[in-house]
């Protein structure tokens, strides 16, 4: 079982619809990412934090993404008008720090229809 | 340009009869790397990683992987695979520099009797 808990597993939602996914970082991991494994297996990176600081983030998260990290709350990630090319499995990882291996929740399935 | 290379999209192994799954990376300075599995409709979990040292390392569930610098590669063994170990396998690379994870495009192993 793993250590990154993330809810809900499985979300479907509507195109134009918001869609937000939660992630509980391992205990003591500070940083967080947030990538994204479409269907074809390729993992795309959208975000990570340290703290509830971002750290980077790429252009599509930036403009359609809403992600933060508060203190003593889940993580969360939440697309704000959902596209059928948003459909995949979004994982969440944790880690003690920036350069250090990391922990994989076991994902959040989304299918936008 | 870092990068992952899994040639074998598909590998067929008999239960029992080793295994090998190979992974080729391209990466300027020293590379951290990861072998992750993935089950069905589950997350990434961690087999193995090499850390610049001891050039075979021993990972989970039987699973090693040797660190070659002069071929770029750092392929997964198992002496013995199991009807559990049917799964995809992601090969991955740690930038140390922008803190991002670069996978492979994965190896699906199909275990037979």
């Known amino acids: 079982n793993s250590k990154v808990i993330q809810t809900p597993r499985y979300l479907v939602k509507g195109q134009g619809q918001k869609a937000k996914m939660r992630c509980i970082p391992e205990?003591?991991?500070?940083?967080v990412f947030w990538y994204q494994q479409n269907k074809n297996n390729e993992f795309k990176f959208l975000i990570n934090?340290?703290?509830?600081?971002?750290?980077?983030q790429i252009d599509m998260t930036e403009k359609r993404f809403s992600a933060e990290c508060p203190s003593n709350s889940p993580c969360s990630l939440e697309i704000q008008s959902s596209e059928a090319g948003d459909s995949a499995l979004y994982l969440c990882?944790?880690?003690?720090?920036?350069?250090?291996?990391?922990?994989f929740g076991s994902g959040t399935r989304l299918l936008v229809i | 340009a870092q990068s992952v290379t899994q040639p074998d999209a598909r590998v067929t192994v008999s239960e029992g009869a080793s295994l090998q799954l190979r992974c080729k990376y391209s990466?300027?300075?020293?590379?951290?790397l990861f072998w992750y599995v993935q089950y069905p409709r589950q997350g990434l979990q961690l087999l193995l990683k090499?850390?610049?040292?001891?050039?075979v390392v021993q990972g989970v569930n039987g699973f090693e992987a040797e660190f070659s610098k002069s071929n770029s590669s750092f392929h997964l063994r198992k002496a013995s695979v199991h009807w559990s170990d049917w799964a995809v396998y992601f090969c991955?690379?740690?930038?140390?520099?922008?803190?991002?994870?670069?996978f492979g495009a994965g190896t699906r192993l199909k275990v037979i009797a």
């Open positions: 205990k003591g991991h500070p940083v």
């Open positions: 934090f340290q703290n509830q600081e971002v750290l980077q």
């Open positions: 991955a690379v740690f930038n140390t520099g922008n803190y991002k994870y670069v």
């Open positions: 090499y850390y610049p040292g001891d050039p």
């Open positions: 990882a944790s880690s003690p720090n920036a350069n250090s291996d990391y922990t």
């Open positions: 990466y300027f300075g020293t590379p951290y």
